[in-house]
C-alpha cells in the first residue's frame, strides 16, 4: 500500500491491500450477557522433541488418512522441553521433559496428586481444581520424571508447594497457582513454607506460574540444584521471592528469564555461589502505593558468575547488587525511577550463555507490557484429551464427543534438516485433505523457512506452530512486493506479496515469525508494499507471533465485501512503518506490541492503520497494547481511512483503546487519505496513556464511557472465543 494508493482494484484472485495488559472492559459496572472469557495466548517454548507422533506418510495421493492417530495424547504443555540450562545434557540427563514418556492423568484431590508424584514412574500430572494442603505448610516430595501442569487457571495450590530432594531430576512445573501459606508474620523465621523449595535437585523447569503469599519464601534453589530454568512467572506479595545457594560450592547453573517480580521485598532473586546464572528479560517492579517496600533487586552474592540482561527495574531499591567477590556483567537493562546500588564487574571468566544453548533477547522496553500480559498461568491450557487416564471418572455424550474429536486430531512435523515429516511448511498443507473437519496441528521446528505458505480456502482448522524455545526460533520469510515478477509472467499486487496467505476459516498460528524482507532501497523501481501475512478468513487466531515488515505488513481481509472475517491477535508484535495494519477485516490486536520503524531511507514517516471497513461491520480494534518504537517524536499517525478502489460505500473504522503511545504518535494521530477525511468515518480512542496521549478535542475524538462498553474485544469477536489448538 502506498502512501498515495492506487484507486484502480488489484486483480481477481489477489485482493489489495508491528504491552501494557491494558483492560479492554468498560469503565463502571456492566454484564456482558452470553459472552465468554478470552482465552489468551502467551509467547512461550513449546518444543516438538518426543511430541505426540503419528507417523509418517500420513495422507496418501488421494489425501485419506493412511495411518490412524496415536493411542495417548496430551495436552501441548505436557510435551514441551525446557529452554535454558534446563535444556543442557548432563549429569546423565538429556534435557528437561518431564513426565513426557509416562501416562498422563488428572488429578482434583490432594491424595491423587501425592500419590502420582511421589510415585517411581514417569507422569504427565494434571492439576484440574483447587487442592488446598493438609496440613499447612506441607510441601509434596515430587519424584524424578514428572510433568506437574494446571489446567487452565484451575490448577491451584493452596497452603503448600513441593519439595525435590537430592538427585530428584527432570521434573517440570508449570501453569500453576501456588498460594496462601501466610501465617501472619513477615520474614517468618519459624515457618518453613515454601511455594517450591528444591535441594540438590537438578533439570528442573518451573514455568508459567503465579507464586504468591507464602510463610518463607516462593522459590528456595538450594545446596547445589542446577541445570534449572525459571521462566514467565509471577512472583508477588512475599518477603522472599527467590533465594538461590546456600553452600560453599560454585557449581550450580541457573537460568532465570522473562519473570514478573513485584510486591517483594528481598532475594529478587539472591544468587549465592553458581558458577554460571544467566538472568535475562525479567521484570522487577517495587509497586508504588502497597506497604511492601523493595530492600534490593538481582544480587550476585558470594563468587556467583553472573551475566545480566535486557531486564527491566522500575521502583526499586538498589537494583542491582554484587558482593566483592562476585562477577556481574550486565547489559541492555533499562532502570525507571529506581535508587541505590547499581553494579557491575568482577575478575571472575568471562561466559557466554550461547555456549551452552540458544536463546533471543526481547527489548528492555517491551518486557513490562510482554510480561503483564504473558507471565503466569495460561487460561488456554486444555485439561486433557479423550485418552487421558483420568482419576475422576467422565461419561455421558459429552465425554464420547471429546473424545471422538481428540482422536481425529493430527499432528504434522516440519524441518528443514530432515528430521521431520516435511521440509516446508507448504508441503504440510498440501499433505492436509482437502476438506478436513478436525484440527490439523504443523509443527514447525526452529530454523528459517524461505518460502510461500498458502492455505487455501478448503482446508479450514490448521494450526502452523513453532516449536522453539522463542517465537523468533522459527521464521517463515519471503521477499515478494507489488509489481514483483511471477515466475509464469505478469507481477504481484499487494494481497499476492504475502510470505503467508490464509484464505481458511479457524487458523491459527503460534509461537513464530512471519516476515516479508522486502529490499525496498534496493528496488526503487517499484512499489514497496510487501505483505507478510495476509488473512482473508473468518476465526483467525494469532498467538505469540511476530508479523514483521516495512509497509502493508499485516494484511486483515476478508473473502469478499460481504463476508465476516473475524481476526484476534494476542500478546505478539507487528512491524511496520506505513499502513502496516490494514484491511477490511474485524480485527483485534490484543495485548500486544506494535513497533513503529523507520523507513529504509531513515526517515520517521508512516501510519499504524489502514482500514476499509464495510459499512455495518466492526473495523480494527487496538486494545491493552503498546504502540512505540526508535522513531522521531509525534511522525507516526495511528491511522487514515482507506477506500480501496475510491469505494465511497466503504465506513473505515479503527479504535486504540487502553494503550500506552509513545512520544512517536502525532497530538492529531489521524488523517486523510486519497480524498477521503477520516472526519466521516470511524476513528476513535479511550482511555489511551502514555507521552502520546491526549486529551479529547476536535482532531482527537474520546469514546465516551457509554460508547467503550459497546467497543470491547467481545464485541468484536461476538460468538467467538478463540482458543489455543
Known amino acids: 500500500m502506498s502512501e498515495h494508493r492506487r484507486t484502480s482494484p488489484e486483480p481477481a484472485g489477489t485482493p489489495a491491500p508491528d504491552g501494557t495488559a491494558g483492560s479492554t472492559a468498560s469503565a463502571g459496572p456492566r454484564h456482558r450477557r452470553g459472552r465468554k472469557a478470552l482465552s489468551a495466548g502467551l509467547p512461550l517454548a513449546l518444543i516438538a522433541a518426543g511430541a505426540v507422533a503419528y507417523g509418517t506418510g500420513l495422507f496418501g495421493a488421494a489425501g485419506q488418512a493412511t495411518a490412524a492417530a496415536a493411542t495417548t495424547a496430551a495436552p501441548d504443555w505436557t510435551t514441551a522441553s525446557a529452554d535454558g540450562f534446563a535444556s543442557v545434557h548432563a549429569l546423565g540427563q538429556n534435557g528437561t521433559y518431564g513426565g513426557r514418556d509416562g501416562r498422563t492423568v488428572t488429578v482434583k484431590t490432594l491424595a491423587d496428586l501425592e500419590k502420582y508424584a511421589t510415585a517411581p514412574e514417569p507422569y504427565v500430572i494434571v492439576v484440574a481444581a483447587t487442592i488446598t494442603m493438609n496440613p499447612v505448610g506441607k510441601e509434596i516430595k515430587v519424584q524424578s520424571d514428572k510433568t506437574i501442569v494446571g489446567s487452565g487457571t484451575a490448577g491451584q495450590i493452596v497452603g503448600g508447594g513441593f519439595f525435590l530432594g537430592q538427585g530428584v531430576h527432570n521434573v517440570i512445573l508449570r501453569n500453576l497457582t501456588i498460594r496462601d501459606a501466610y501465617q501472619g508474620v513477615w520474614n517468618d523465621k519459624e515457618h518453613d513454607y515454601d511455594g517450591i523449595q528444591m535441594d540438590g535437585a537438578h533439570h528442573v523447569w518451573i514455568d508459567h506460574n503465579d507464586i504468591r503469599h507464602m510463610a518463607d519464601g516462593l522459590i528456595d534453589s538450594r545446596k547445589d540444584t542446577t541445570y534449572l530454568t525459571v521462566s514467565w512467572n509471577k512472583l508477588s506479595q512475599e518477603n522472599k521471592a527467590f533465594g538461590i545457594g546456600w553452600t560453599d560450592n560454585v557449581t550450580a547453573d541457573i537460568t532465570i528469564h522473562h519473570n514478573w517480580i513485584r510486591e517483594t521485598e528481598q532475594r529478587n532473586p539472591s544468587t549465592d555461589n553458581v558458577a554460571h546464572a544467566h538472568l535475562y528479560n525479567n521484570f522487577l517492579e517495587d509497586v508504588a502505593g502497597t506497604a511492601i517496600k523493595s530492600s534490593y533487586g ?19 531499591t538498589d537494583p542491582v547488587v554484587r558482593d566483592a567477590t562476585a562477577t556481574l556483567v550486565q547489559r541492555g537493562n533499562l532502570f525507571s525511577g529506581t535508587s541505590g546500588r547499581n553494579e557491575s564487574g568482577g575478575s571472575g571468566a568471562a561466559w557466554d550463555p550461547r555456549t551452552y544453548y540458544p536463546y533471543t533477547l526481547d527489548k528492555a522496553a517491551d518486557v513490562p507490557a510482554l510480561l503483564k500480559s504473558g507471565a503466569g498461568p495460561r487460561r488456554s491450557i486444555g485439561t486433557t484429551t479423550a485418552t487421558t487416564r483420568s482419576t475422576t471418572a467422565t461419561t455421558g455424550a459429552a465425554t464420547k464427543a471429546a473424545t471422538a474429536r481428540a482422536a481425529a486430531a493430527t499432528t504434522l512435523t516440519v524441518a528443514k534438516d530432515g528430521s521431520g515429516q516435511y521440509s516446508t511448511v507448504q508441503a504440510a498443507v498440501n499433505a492436509v485433505p482437502a476438506n478436513n473437519t478436525s484440527r490439523v496441528v504443523i509443527a514447525v521446528k526452529p530454523g528459517t523457512y524461505r518460502e510461500l505458505v498458502k492455505v487455501p480456502s478448503d482446508k479450514p482448522h490448521v494450526t502452523i506452530r513453532g516449536t522453539g524455545g522463542s517465537r523468533k526460533d522459527t521464521t517463515i520469510v519471503y521477499n515478494n512486493a507489488s509489481g514483483t515478477p511471477k515466475p509464469g509472467g505478469g507481477t504481484y499486487g499487494t494481497g499476492g506479496s504475502a510470505t503467508v496467505a490464509v484464505e481458511a476459516d479457524d487458523f491459527q498460528a503460534r509461537n513464530l515469525t512471519i516476515s516479508n524482507d522486502f529490499d525496498e532501497a534496493a528496488h526503487q523501481d517499484i512499489a514497496g508494499q510487501a505483505v507478510a501475512l495476509r488473512t482473508a478468513a473468518d476465526k483467525v487466531f494469532l498467538d505469540g507471533v511476530i508479523v514483521s515488515g516495512d509497509q502493508d505488513t499485516l494484511l486483515v481481509d476478508t473473502a469478499s465485501k460481504d463476508r ?111 480524498g477521503f477525511s477520516w472526519r466521516d468515518d470511524r476513528f476513535a480512542e479511550y482511555q489511551n496513556k502514555g507521552a502520546g496521549a491526549g486529551a479529547a478535542s476536535t482532531d482527537r475524538p474520546q469514546l465516551s464511557a457509554a460508547q467503550a462498553a459497546e467497543q470491547e474485544v467481545a464485541d468484536w469477536l461476538g460468538d467467538w472465543t478463540p482458543t489455543a489448538s
Open 298 to 316: 538481582n544480587y550476585s552474592r558470594g563468587r556467583t558468575n553472573m551475566v545480566l540482561e535486557n531486564s527491566n527495574f522500575q521502583g526499586m
Open 564 to 674: 465476516l472475517g473475524r481476526v484476534y491477535m494476542t500478546n505478539s508484535y507487528v512491524i511496520g512503518n506505513v499502513d502496516f495494519i490494514f484491511g477490511r477485516a474485524t480485527a483485534v490486536i490484543d495485548k500486544s506490541v506494535i513497533t513503529l520503524k523507520k523507513r529504509f531511507n531513515g526517515t520517521s514517516a508512516g501510519y499504524v492503520t489502514a482500514p476499509s471497513t464495510a459499512a455495518g461491520r466492526k473495523g480494527i480494534l487496538i486494545a491493552g497494547t503498546t504502540i512505540g518504537g526508535d522513531v522521531s517524536d509525534r511522525s507516526f499517525y495511528l491511522g487514515r481511512p482507506w477506500h480501496a478502489g475510491g469505494d465511497a460505500s466503504l465506513d473505515p473504522q479503527a479504535t486504540v483503546r487502553n494503550s500506552t503511545l509513545s512520544a512517536a504518535i502525532r497530538t492529531a494521530p489521524w488523517t486523510d487519505m486519497s
